[in-house]
């Protein structure tokens, strides 16, 4: 992995790292202020329709079609004919977006059933409102995410890191300034403030590198074509997976405080995701996407084989962390104002069976950009299908057959994503040959094990810190989990080099890219 990668991975992962701190903070400021209700069920429920359509327009357009042709043009030294591919691809998003946009806050009250089928009376106009009022926050971040895809390209990832902080920054301020005043109605403007935020500040270095931007519309360009090959598969799969998403909540429509409960334990996992398998994964990309256009297969091998190694090296640890403090944590960062013990353990349980899908949801990011990189699209549209169906069976036989609540829709996603994990690395070996299993398997089987001698480890720590400390001050509360997290890492840290993992050194190559020169 070349030093450049390292250096943009490092830079991903300390942006994403305070975006992620301050998306904590953003989802204490809701629990405190709101506490965990129906009207909070409301409010994380009117993300659903703008996050399909985001995904849906830029995420997916990027990540499977953009960013591989306009890279591939630039690694060929094509930059003007690059640009006027990446023209039309931009101006035609910017037109669907600006029409979904009008669609979606005009048809919101037809749309909302869609997403929480079992809301009714003021809980059901609620969240018409609050869609309303969030569908142009949409608009700006997939401006922004368009920006992001063309400055990725270049190899620019500061602002890429950067938008996310001050989108959070927006929210919390406003959850604290408008919410007592205006309430959730309060918190949707901080969302729109906060994509404002996050598009603006793309803006000057995007401006700098798009001299080659043309106002046109080519679609007979054999680059769009190429584009529209790659993206109608990618459409689909992301279509698929965020109607995945809406059908767990539907069925959480039901449950008081479900999808509450569910969003705030999946902000936890998507901690440790976003930093390090996100930050990885995005560096890593146009990589991997260099060396497939160039023919690199080897490269392009050990390339992917480190970047899974080293995802596992640190996602399995921090999900058996979670694991082992989810009430500790939960308390600490939640457990205030309108939020009570109770929401706690509710809060707590959905980390429970999350955990154990966290290192499987962090190998498939890094594995659909495998498959975008090599410009298989159609792959990770099968294993969406797959998902969909996996997924929905084992939530309702939970939902039906146990007593598992909420936990039972975590726990169907979390065995879900194993098995997508499983088929996405049985299928690259074959369209590889080799992936360079047994050192993954190896890795990921120390990590495992180096895990749960760290997991008993602080299960006893932090239960006997319980008992000295005061559990009612957010002081006692704070250094139970630090000092336990503490241990975690220096246990795990020695673990890992009594096996002499190698991946270790990849981390260590990273701090020091991070690390400002003497």
């Known amino acids: 992995m070349g030093r450049g990668v390292v250096k943009s991975a490092g830079l991903m992962m300390t942006g994403i790292f305070i975006s992620r701190v301050l998306g904590f903070i953003r989802e204490r400021a809701v629990a405190q202020v709101f506490g965990r209700t129906a009207e909070t069920d409301a409010f994380f429920a009117a993300f659903a329709i703008p996050d399909l359509m985001y995904y849906i327009l830029v995420g997916g357009a990027l ?31 910017v037109l669907l977006l600006f029409l979904c946009t009008g669609l979606g806050i005009i048809f919101a009250p037809s749309l909302a059933p869609l997403v929480a089928y079992q809301f009714s009376g003021d809980q059901l106009s609620l969240l018409i409102r609050l869609m309303r009022i969030m569908f142009p926050a949409v608009f700006f971040t997939a401006l922004a995410g368009l920006a992001m895809g063309v400055l990725n390209s270049y190899q620019y990832f500061f602002t890429t890191a950067l938008g996310p902080i001050i989108y959070n920054t927006a929210i919390i301020l406003s959850a604290y300034l408008l919410g007592p005043r205006l309430g959730l109605t309060g918190m949707a403007l901080g969302v729109v403030l906060g994509a404002v935020g996050n598009f603006l500040v793309q803006l000057p270095p995007f401006t700098e590198r798009a001299g080659g931007y043309v106002p046109t519309i080519d679609i007979n360009h054999e680059g769009i074509r190429h584009m529209g090959g790659l993206m109608l598969p990618a459409l689909l799969g992301l279509s698929i997976a965020q109607i995945n998403l809406i059908i767990g909540q539907n069925l959480a429509s039901g449950l008081d405080g479900g999808i509450t409960a569910l969003r705030l334990a999946n902000r936890l996992i998507q901690f440790p995701l976003g930093v390090f398998a996100m930050g990885i994964s995005t560096a890593l990309f146009p990589e991997l996407t260099r060396l497939a256009a160039r023919d690199e297969v080897q490269e392009f091998k050990q390339s992917f084989s480190l970047g899974l190694r080293v995802v596992f090296l640190i996602t399995i640890p921090a999900g058996m962390g979670l694991l082992a403090l989810r009430v500790p944590i939960v308390r600490l960062l ?8 109770r929401d706690t353990q509710a809060t707590a349980t959905a980390l429970f069976f999350y955990s154990f899908g966290l290192f499987s949801q962090s190998g498939i990011q890094l594995l659909t950009k495998t498959f975008y990189s090599i410009r298989d699209t159609r792959t990770p549209v099968k294993i969406g299908l797959l998902n969909i169906v996996v997924n929905t069976l084992l939530s309702i036989f939970f939902l039906r057959k146990t007593s598992l609540g909420h936990g039972g829709l975590a726990l169907a996603f979390s065995l879900t ?21 047994r050192r993954i398997a190896a890795a990921a089987l ?15 720590l932090a239960g006997r810190l319980e008992g000295m400390l005061n559990m009612a001050h957010f002081t006692g509360r704070l250094l139970q989990v630090g000092l336990s997290i503490l241990a975690g890492v220096l246990i795990y840290a020695a673990m890992v080099f009594l096996l002499r993992m190698e991946e270790v050194g990849y981390i260590i190559r990273l701090l020091k890219e991070r690390l400002p020169a003497r």
């Open 446 to 460: 120390k990590s495992i094990f180096a895990s749960i001698v760290m997991g008993l480890a602080v299960v006893m």
């Open 63 to 93: 990540s499977a079609a953009f960013i591989p042709v306009f890279t591939g043009y630039l690694a060929r030294g094509q930059e003007e004919e690059g640009w006027r591919v990446a023209s039309t691809f931009i101006n035609i998003t």
């Open 417 to 437: 994503s194993l098995v997508n994990l499983m088929v996405f690395l049985h299928l690259l070996r074959r369209r590889l040959g080799t992936i360079d299993g």
């Open 334 to 341: 939640f457990e205030s104002g309108q939020f009570t013990s």
